[in-house]
């Protein structure tokens, strides 16, 4: 049947000889299981279900308290792409597209998965597959920017599934009728619930908003049904391999990041135990007798600022080869005050000779520092 007047040709045919208008081939192998009217519904259900396992999986192994209830913490969250602030400031840009995927709780992922599940179908249907997937991506990138503008962290599919409430009731609004106006009045019924619950609860209103109102951009922009010809057959389902590569490149850009802002983060709080070590070390260093205070509780500052250095997780070799110098360092300069009690100049006399020490292992810090921060997209703060 020509998908242009509906008239009966020849299955061979490409150019119906009714109309003159190019009919839609058959299609690839690869995507026949996408007519279903619900097949990318399930998909995108189905990616979040696994995603949210994966986190799961990865929150038990860290210990993480009752993850598959509570969710992932904050950490793993940002592992697997969640919509980290100072990661997008800094080029991450995967970070628009991996929330739409990722939920922080087990309520979440339910409520989100149940309201997808009963809009899916019918904008699957209404519009065809390629369509769906290219408003569910294009509401929920748009909502996830919105957020960010707004300095909003977080994840969830929300903004995408508001974007299709918002293509539903512009689509009821259209077709008009019983149906149509029964349509458009449950959808923005069920959008104003979710806006007050929003505001009671301190959801992404921002995230909402934005996707509700792409969605209905959609709905006046885009006609309902599958493409009429070849040529828009084409058309469509370029786009929605495109956005289905975006999605793909997204996560294997998280998966080739994976674990690079815990790292970053550990960068930040070694540098800043670094300092507490290297204030204490100097506190040291000018004592020169019972009056400049008590040599144990100066050892103990330098112990318990050693122990905080050498708690941080592995980095990298080098990092590990500077901080165990450190830390050896600080063993020896603990030892020299404890014996301070029976004799002054054993904390007195190696004194130049250990701060000597400590500036060249401070220097050998400073170097690793400098050559890491680009790395981690770090920048370097004076005096901290």
Known sequence: MCQACRGLIAASERTCPLCGRDSVPDAPVAVKGAQSTRFFTLLFIGINVAIYVL???????????????????????????????????????????????????LMHLFFNSTALYQIGPMIEESYGSQKF??????????????????????????G????????????GYKVGGTFGRGLMRQMLIW??????????FHWDIVNHAFGMATGALAGYVL?????????????????????????????????????????AQDIVMLDRRV?????????????????????????????SAADDVNRIPHIDKRSDD????????????VGALEAA?????????????????????LRQYESWVDSILKDYNLEKTEGK
């Open 341 to 361: 009690d029976k004799d002054p100049k054993a904390a007195t006399g190696p004194a130049m000779a250990e701060m000597r020490a400590a500036s060249d292992q």
């Open 55 to 105: 986190m799961v999986v990865v929150s038990m192994n860290a210990g993480a308290p009752d993850p598959l209830m509570n969710g992932a913490p904050p950490a793993v969250l940002v592992d697997f792409g969640e919509r980290f602030l100072p990661a997008i400031a800094n080029g991450e840009w995967w970070r628009l597209i991996t929330p739409m995927f990722i939920h922080l709780g």
């Open 160 to 171: 995408a599934i508001y974007g299709l409430i918002g293509i539903a009731a512009v689509y």
């Open 133 to 158: 997937v290219f408003v569910y991506i294009l509401t929920g990138l748009i909502g996830n920017i919105g957020s960010f503008v707004f300095h909003i962290q977080g994840a969830g599919a929300s």
């Open 275 to 303: 300092r507490v070590l290297q204030q204490s070390l100097a506190n040291s260093f000018d004592w020169q007798g019972s009056t400049d205070g008590d040599p144990h509780k100066l050892a103990n500052d330098i112990r």
């Open 223 to 263: 006609y309902p049904g599958a493409p009429a010809g070849a040529r828009a057959a084409l058309r469509w389902n370029i786009v929605a391999i495109a956005c289905s590569a975006l999605i793909a490149v997204s996560f294997g850009m998280v998966a080739i990041n994976y674990g690079k802002q815990a790292k």
């Open 191 to 200: 959008a104003g619930i979710g806006m007050v619950l929003s505001l009671i």
């Open 322 to 333: 500077v901080k165990r110098s450190m830390v050896d360092l600080a063993a020896e300069r």
